[in-house]
């Protein structure tokens, strides 16, 4: 599959599609003189190889609390009927379970899908590293949370329909085929929504030359009446051996977000904007300067990308798409509360949301035969340091300490051309590069004396288009 630079579009149609992308061409700089101070590289050895992907199944065995004993039934005027209530008073002690698991991975990653537990990734294993980027709870406990006043935090990537917050059907079984997609061997989990009657899915696909997963989710509605309707992927992340450090940075490239919820005394309240990535002089994409849990929205990220890096595990996800579309994203984080109240072993998460709407408080509609889908892709990245953008060619990393500049890449797929820091519109290095994925170049340069201007890291292809830059 050719590296695109462009995501793909949303589409709503009476067929569920797929969407394509082509490439942008930036001009090079016009100025490329001999580099004016010493600059040094180093590419790490490749620990990975390109492989077509393949199928396998197994199951896995999780404790799990016996939360059907407390289904409360619900009456028509109840907002989640037909779904049930739950009695927390009722909720039996965890006794082990055995679920099915379908696992689809090339040479790069490896995800595992649980059908019987609402069709989510329950594992996503990246390779290079050989860690669960997903938080993976060792028990399937419910809380006290969701749009049904109880949801289950068994962890991975869920999908949230067709309310808001973490939907109505994510507890029960969904249907599972295999298949092929354009972009390769592919999983569909579906599910029929018991109160509006129409369909929701995921078709999650892998192929050989991309460490990414792609990830389309869709609604259709084969009724004969219009429905509103929420539809979101949750992704529960997990980077340091099942937990969030302090550490972690979110990466969104937005000037302000707004407030869902919160327990920090020093952001605003909910629906409230708030300056990102820094409020009140508090840098707030450092989850570590968080004070208490906090969730909130970024509408229509425009750059197309977003990002969670752990820097303690010096590993992170990135999460790549067409700017505008899906029209949400969303980040919560539960900082100070007491891990008790989702799972027993005092392991965390956060999550990173994208979604239908902007947020949870405009629902979309859907008509009669008609199909809502998207198409987006999330790869993993390590050994980067910290994470400045993405895109679908390539994560850089471009920082400066004690006049030393430092940039990192990592790619997704293997790219060859050359990477270029211009320091004031001026070549300051350049380097050829061949590179494929699990690798990470680095390359630094020692500013002379009483120079001055920004830094700019690129990378280029062999047709000089400029395919992936950050600036200071």
């Known amino acids: 599959m050719a590296i695109d630079t462009t995501p793909t579009q949303a589409t709503t149609t009476s067929d569920n599609t797929t969407s394509t992308v082509t490439a942008t061409a930036n001009p090079p700089p016009a100025t490329r003189p001999s ?35 407390a289904f409360l039934p619900t009456a028509p005027d ?10 927390p008073a009722l909720v039996g002690p965890p006794t082990p379970r055995t679920y099915r698991a379908i696992v689809l991975q090339n040479g790069f990653v490896a ?11 329950y594992r996503w294993v990246d390779k290079a590293t050989g860690e669960n980027l997903l938080y993976e709870n060792p028990v399937v406990k419910p809380t006290g949370w969701g749009y049904r006043g109880w949801w289950l935090a068994a962890g991975g990537i869920e999908w949230a329909f067709p309310a808001s917050e973490h939907g109505l059907n994510e507890y029960r079984p969904w249907t599972a085929t295999t298949g092929t997609t354009p972009y390769g061997l592919s999983v569909t989990v579906s599910d029929v929504d018991s109160r509006t009657g129409m369909e929701v899915g995921a078709t999650i696909s892998l192929d050989a030359g991309h ?10 509605n084969g009724t004969a009446e219009p429905h509103p309707y929420q539809l979101w992927l949750n992704a529960m992340l997990a980077l340091s051996g099942n937990t969030m450090s302090g550490q972690t940075r979110f990466i969104i490239p937005a000037a302000e977000v707004v407030v869902h919820s919160t327990g920090d005394g020093g952001a605003p309240g909910s629906g409230a904007t708030m300056g990102w990535p820094s409020h009140n002089g508090r840098d707030m994409s450092l989850y570590g300067n968080w004070t208490g849990y906090l969730g909130f929205f970024a509408p229509n990220v425009a750059h197309g990308f ?12 990135v999460r790549v798409f067409n700017p505008g579309w899906p029209a949400g994203t969303k980040i919560f984080g539960p900082a100070t509360l007491p891990p008790s109240l989702w799972t027993d072993d005092g392991s965390s998460y956060v999550e990173l949301w994208s979604g239908a709407t902007n947020s949870f408080w405009a ?31 390539a994560a850089l990393r471009l920082a400066e300490a004690g006049g030393v500049v430092e940039g990192t890449v990592a790619v997704p797929a293997a790219f060859s051309g050359r990477a270029q820091l211009l320091v004031g519109e001026q070549v300051a290095g350049e380097w050829p590069l061949t590179i494929v994925p699990g690798q990470v170049f680095r390359a630094t340069w020692s500013r002379p004396a009483g120079s001055g201007g920004a830094a700019v890291w690129q990378l280029v292809n062999s047709d000089g288009t400029i395919v992936a830059e950050t600036r200071q």
Do not use: H, K
């Not at 590419?43 to 404790?63: Q, R």
């Not at 995800?111 to 990734?121: M, N």
């Not at 892709?377 to 994470?387: E, F, T």
């Open 35 to 69: 580099p004016p101070a010493p600059a040094t590289s180093s590419l790490s050895p490749a620990p990975l190889a390109a492989a077509e992907p393949w199928l396998s199944e197994t199951t896995i065995t999780i404790p799990t609390y016996d939360y059907e004993a």
């Open 78 to 87: 109840d907002a989640v009927y037909p779904y049930p209530r739950l009695d």
């Open 111 to 121: 995800v595992t899908i649980l059908p019987e537990l609402g069709g989510r990734v």
């Open 211 to 220: 460490t990414w997963i792609t990830m389309q989710p869709y609604a259709r």
């Open 306 to 317: 977003t990002g969670v890096y752990d820097l303690a595990a010096d590993q992170g996800v």
């Open 363 to 393: 629902d979309a509609t859907l008509g009669p035969g008609e199909t809502f889908s998207w198409t987006e892709q999330w790869y993993p990245v390590s050994g980067l340091g910290g994470l400045s953008t993405a895109n679908r060619v």
